[in-house]
């Protein structure tokens, strides 16, 4: 008799294993209320367009409106998205998202005057302002980013239209996100015991990839490269797009690099981007090769496929452990954060702030959203696996930062730049590895702690540090004038993969497809920052090994700074210097330690 495993809808999901949106709208008809009133009060803010230049005051409450407006538009933007990322199947999430995506493209449009005028205003008249009205010091780094912009500024009218075609412009991302949860349907696969097994998305990346069943993963890996192969022309054009867009939009700025230009906002050098991708691709690439070839090894591969590279290479040893228990060994490992810090895990485990269920189009992956003044809400599929465990005290350490930032800044202040975003949740996986390591006695545990941690460097120093890679070189590419095509995107991933990986792995097509599986490529320079937010995290968890409270005490001001500074100083809060490879080369050189520990737990 064949059994077949059915995946739930959203309505049947049990309520306690859902996330509690209420805290954002009571009901559907108080967020449809919010929606209309937050556009009925927009009129009060574009009233002083014109009048920026008048005084202190008026500039003062101008901004004032703009952050009150934006808390509302936070709180109705996410309730949406929320919704649509636990059902993207449903046509009411669907539709509300499309209307939340037009008001902010209005919204937008009209807000723009405020950004052109400051600009406009005659040098030294913000810094007369700030003086003038001290209040307007809580504005002070908002504004001085608007004037770094000064440079690359359009004309008012151009400003305006850009702004108004807010949601043509992120029309890529957009598509890729509709086709990947609504449209994409793979073939289910059989186990050997005859078992028909659902495949999605999720599955695949959440379970099947990581499966210990070589013949179970590699036939599931044929199944998800088999549907990416039908949507490759698609996917291709709407990336060539998305890329065209943001070169076009460089050159329209007069930058002198799109890097250039979506560097800006990151606020990062082109030094200290160019030292991760290169330093990290150069010196990390012969441990990676070691620990493929060991994995090959241990595993008794006939060849190390590129769908192997995350097997468990100690298949039979898969603790698993409910939600609470994992909830319980993540609080014990972050009890070292102090009591502010604990509160919030407490709550974000406890008061449905966490969407753990798995259901037929909810997104894939895990993230944290943090609307200010409500709390964080954390989606995962969990799937009572200790790996699982990892995943939610990385999420969790993004809920805890912008919990903190919330309390000690104003909204305007809350939010770093992304390169500093991956900091506080990779730390959290490396305090929970290292607690569960000195708690474990069984040699076993110890390398299966050793290859979760191998685990997260893996995701952000190869996986996405690969993906920055095959960026860097679309994007130049794409400045030369070279056609984007999929075929041009599979043989610049390929490239990539196998310059890493030299003779190691084997590359095939399924691999060379690998740049249709992350939204981020349409998120800017975004696939690099994570292997910076690990790098600092790795600084300064060793720091915390090695001085205790001191090093707490930094990392906590850290995070309670919020966006108050640019990144290289907030990063210096926490006693690590990024301006220098130091950090880079000394992280690289701890993964490379964990590797020679695996190989010794084998000999």
């Known amino acids: 008799m064949e059994a077949t495993e059915r995946r739930l809808s959203r309505s049947e999901v049990p309520e306690h294993l859902t996330w509690d949106l209420r805290d954002l709208f009571q009901t559907d008809e108080e967020w449809e209320k919010e929606l209309k009133a937050v556009q009925e009060s927009v009129p009060l ?47 009411v999430n669907q539709g509300n998202s499309s209307k939340v995506a037009a008001m902010l493209a209005k919204i937008s449009a009209d807000l723009s005057f405020i950004q052109s005028e400051i600009l406009d205003l005659p040098d030294g008249t913000v810094d007369t302002y700030i003086n003038e009205n001290k209040d307007l010091q809580k504005f002070s780094k908002y504004l001085s980013d608007i004037l770094d912009k000064k440079p690359y500024k359009l ?92 070169v076009a939009m460089g050159r329209l700025r007069n930058y002198e690099s799109v890097t250039h230009m979506l560097l800006a906002p990151q606020q990062v050098s082109l030094e200290m981007y160019h030292n991760q991708l290169d330093i990290i691709q150069k ?75 798995d259901n037929v189009g909810k997104s894939t992956g895990a993230f944290c959203s943090s609307p200010y003044g409500v709390h964080p809400y954390i989606l995962i599929t969990w799937t009572d696996t200790m790996r699982g465990a990892f995943i939610l005290a990385h999420e ?48 076993r545990m110890k390398r299966w702690v050793i290859l979760q941690l191998l685990g997260t460097y893996y995701h952000n120093f190869v996986t996405h540090l690969l993906e920055a890679e095959f960026q860097r070189r679309v994007y130049n590419l794409a400045e030369n004038g070279t056609p984007l ?71 906590l001001e850290l995070l309670k700074a919020g966006g108050t500074l640019k990144p290289l100083d907030l990063i210096k809060i926490s006693g690590v210097d990024m301006s220098k490879p130091d950090a880079i080369k000394k992280a690289v ?15």
């Open 396 to 443: 969790l350490g993004h809920a805890g930062h912008f919990y903190l930032a919330g309390r000690n800044q104003d909204l305007i202040n809350t939010r770093p730049s992304m390169y500093c975003i991956e900091a506080p949740s990779t730390i959290n996986e490396l305090i929970l590895g290292e607690h569960i390591l000195s708690k474990a006695d069984d040699p």
């Open 589 to 603: 050189a701890y993964v490379g330690s964990l590797i020679d520990e695996l190989e010794k737990s084998y000999n």
């Open 485 to 555: 095509t999929a075929s041009v995107f599979c043989e610049q991933k390929a490239n990539v993969l196998k310059d890493f990986w030299g003779d190691t792995v084997e590359i095939d097509e399924g691999a060379s497809l690998t740049w249709m599986r992350q939204p981020h490529y349409y998120m800017g320079l975004y696939p690099y920052t994570y292997s910076a937010g690990l790098t600092v995290a790795t600084a300064a968890a060793q720091m915390i090994k090695e001085e205790g409270q001191p090093a707490v005490d930094r990392w």
């Open 155 to 246: 004309s008012p009218d151009t400003e305006k239209a850009l702004a108004s075609l807010g949601e043509v412009l992120d029309a890529p991302y957009t598509v890729y996100q509709f086709s990947k949860s609504s449209d994409m349907q793979f073939d289910s696969i059989q186990d050997d015991n005859g078992n028909v097994l659902p495949m999605s998305f999720a599955l695949f990346e959440d379970r099947y990839e990581l499966v210990p069943d070589t013949d179970l993963r590699r036939k599931a890996y044929d199944s998800f490269v088999n549907t990416l192969r039908q949507y490759k022309n698609t996917f291709g054009a709407n990336y060539a797009t998305e890329v065209k867009k943001q």
């Open 45 to 91: 803010l574009t009233s002083f367009k014109g009048r920026l230049g008048e005084s202190a005051d008026i500039l003062l409450t101008c901004l004032n409106e703009m952050e009150s407006l934006e808390k509302r538009l936070i709180r109705v933007a996410t309730f949406s998205n929320l919704r649509q990322s636990a059902d993207g199947t449903d046509p």
């Open 283 to 357: 010196e990390l690439a012969p441990h990676m090769r070691k620990f493929a070839k060991l994995k090959k090894e241990v595993l008794n591969l006939d060849t190390m496929k590129f769908s192997d590279l995350k097997a468990p290479l100690d298949p039979e040893f898969n603790p698993t452990t409910t939600y609470e228990e994992a909830s319980e060994t993540i609080l014990s490992a972050l009890s070292i954060m102090g009591e502010e810090y604990n509160e919030a895990m407490k709550k974000a485990l406890t008061e449905r702030w966490v969407d753990l269920a």
